[in-house]
């Protein structure tokens, strides 16, 4: 047993086990777990339910893995809030905190950086750096409840990455934040957002039933989805429909479908028929995203393109509403805040910038 352990990344059984082979009566493990998950804490020294000498020894061959919170920017328009996350390793994450009649809704992050390549989207500028631990995801959530002194009712796994990518690290991390010794939220308050990795979403299903599933598809015409999404080229629509039928089934779920309006590309007749095609009997609605409003360089109303569009889709019958943009003056959506980070050596010039907006992660 030489390898440092972070204890925030292991379920109760496997804590279990570490603390017995450290020498460690077995009882030890429910109050370090309750400490480490229920409440926020940093390090083992503030593991207080147990002696110093217990503590001690478990310095030796494990710690807490701890994030940060490096910078926040609240919307002045609402109160939307945009961190930017420190992880252990300098590298950077970010997260985006919306306050709703029913309670806080954070977006988190599962990757450092992302590989799935969708062309609108700044995350994926310099491929994947690295998976999170459990325990970085976790913490997005304690953090932000520590430092704003809120309780978050709803997580939507929208941030940086592809969580089906880091399959069993975002499925322990979920566990985990269920766990009633731990957060105890509830498997319902989780919404996964998928680009469309279709061999993992039955198994989602399988895992996590009750979680909430978004297929961000943005088009149903292979030739301009794989233009702004290769994951379709491994996955085509025939074939991401055909899991999402099976994950419907297996569930019960109502899948949300992503679709940002494009003028000219993805709003046309034939689109209109490819919706009722491809959701022909399915339990969905469909999360309509206007591209970015108009700016000084940009003379389109991209929101009253996608208004047009959802009036075609209400004369169709098709479950529909159009997504009120929240923290458009920061808006930063996927990989912006980060990005600016790295390249302005802070975040002072970070404005009201043209960030994709076609993303469903905002
Ligand atoms: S939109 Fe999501 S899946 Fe696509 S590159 Fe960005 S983070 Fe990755």
């Known amino acids: 047993m030489s390898k440092i352990i972070a204890l925030n990344d292991l379920y109760e059984n496997e804590l279990e086990e570490f603390i017995i082979d450290l020498g460690l009566k077995k009882f030890r493990a429910d109050q370090i777990y309750r400490a480490i998950f229920s409440k926020n804490i940093k390090t083992i020294d503030e593991i207080t339910q147990i002696s110093e000498y217990d503590r001690e020894i ?6 807490i893995r701890n994030l940060k919170i490096l910078e926040v920017f609240t ?3 609402d109160k939307t809030k945009k961190m930017l996350y420190l992880l252990e390793d300098n590298t950077l994450i970010e997260g985006v905190l919306m306050e709703y009649k029913h309670g806080y809704t954070l977006c988190v992050s599962t990757q450092v950086g992302c590989r799935m390549g969708c062309s609108f989207c700044a995350s994926t500028v310099n491929g994947m750096e690295r998976n999170l631990y459990p325990s970085e995801i976790v913490s997005q959530i ?7 002194d809120i309780r978050i009712s709803n997580v939507v796994l929208m941030g940086s990455g592809e969580p089906l990518d880091n399959f069993d690290n975002v499925i322990k991390a979920l566990r985990i934040l269920n766990s009633e010794k731990g957060r ?3 498997m319902r308050s989780f919404t996964l957002s998928t680009c469309g990795v279709a061999e993992k979403i039955v198994k989602f299903g399988e895992e996590i039933p009750q979680a909430g599933l978004a297929i961000s598809v943005h088009s149903f015409k292979d030739e301009i ?7 379709n080229r491994k996955y085509n629509i025939d074939y991401l429909f055909r899991e999402i039928r099976e994950y419907a089934k297996l569930t019960g779920n109502r899948i949300s479908i992503e679709y940002t309006v ?14 009722k095609k491809y959701l022909n009997n399915l ?3 469909v999360n309509l995203i206007a591209l970015n409003p108009i700016n000084e360089y940009n003379k389109i109303d991209y929101r009253q393109s996608a208004k047009i569009f959802k009036d075609k889709l209400d004369k169709n019958n098709i479950n529909c509403t159009l997504r009120r943009e929240l923290g458009s003056d920061i808006s930063a959506s996927c990989g912006q805040l980060k990005k ?6 802070g975040l002072s010039e970070l404005q009201s910038s043209n960030a994709c907006g076609s993303c469903s992660k905002k």
């Open 75 to 77: 919307s002045k328009i």
């Open 340 to 345: 600016y980070y790295l390249e302005e050596g």
């Open 142 to 148: 304690n953090e932000v409840e520590d430092y704003f």
């Open 225 to 231: 989805r794989s233009e702004m999404m290769p994951v």
């Open 184 to 186: 105890n939220l509830s």
């Open 262 to 275: 494009i003028p000219g590309k993805n709003d046309t007749d034939e689109d209109i028929r490819l919706f």
């Open 58 to 63: 478990l310095k030796e061959k494990s710690y």
């Open 283 to 285: 339990n969905y609605i």
